[in-house]
């Protein structure tokens, strides 16, 4: 009967061993999953917090050029703007007029790359000029709408800010 009970004590031992393993190969798995979990969604807000660094560096250049124009103040009363604004900082002509009507009907203007032009620019824009009720000829809204496009994804992006006449 000695015999007998050591087998079965090895049998025993055989199979708790073997459920220790599955258990801890299935914990291990579980924790590794969480941990992609987490560096997936890490990467994705990186990501999107470099989208959101483009568009704001953007938007402030595109402010800055408008605000650099010598002829923005020269429209009759301050009031409309018609007229094509400063010359293109990359030499490449005029940039377009102030008076984009925003994403759902504007037209989108490729973003100045002076340092390659003919590459993919990652962002557009359009660009409004309105005279700020109230200080007509002395104040104006700009509003400058920025799209970009990283990693397959379009995010359209809106900046508001004022210019007062010098």
């Known amino acids: 009967m000695g015999i007998r009970k050591r087998s079965i004590d090895r049998t025993r031992t055989r199979g708790s061993a073997l459920l220790e393993v599955l258990f801890a190969m299935t914990l291990l798995s579980f924790i590794f999953m969480v941990w992609c979990s987490a560096a997936i969604q890490a990467y ?9 660094t483009l568009a704001v560096t953007t938007a402030n250049y595109v402010v800055e050029e408008v605000r650099r124009d010598p002829n923005f103040w020269s429209e009759p009363d301050g009031t409309a703007w018609t007229s094509n604004g400063q010359l293109n900082p990359c030499g490449l002509g005029q940039l377009p007029i102030y008076a984009d009507a925003g994403p759902a009907t504007g037209t989108w203007h490729d973003g100045l790359n002076c340092a390659n032009p003919t590459a993919g620019n990652y962002y557009q824009y359009q660009w409004r000029a309105d005279p700020k009720p109230g200080l007509v000829g002395q104040a104006a809204l700009i509003t400058i709408w920025v799209k970009t496009g990283i990693a397959g994804r379009t995010e359209i992006y809106k900046m508001v800010t004022e210019a007062k006449k010098p």
Request: charged share 20%; glycine share 12%.
């Open 44 to 52: 994705q807000g990186e990501n999107v917090a470099a989208e959101n």
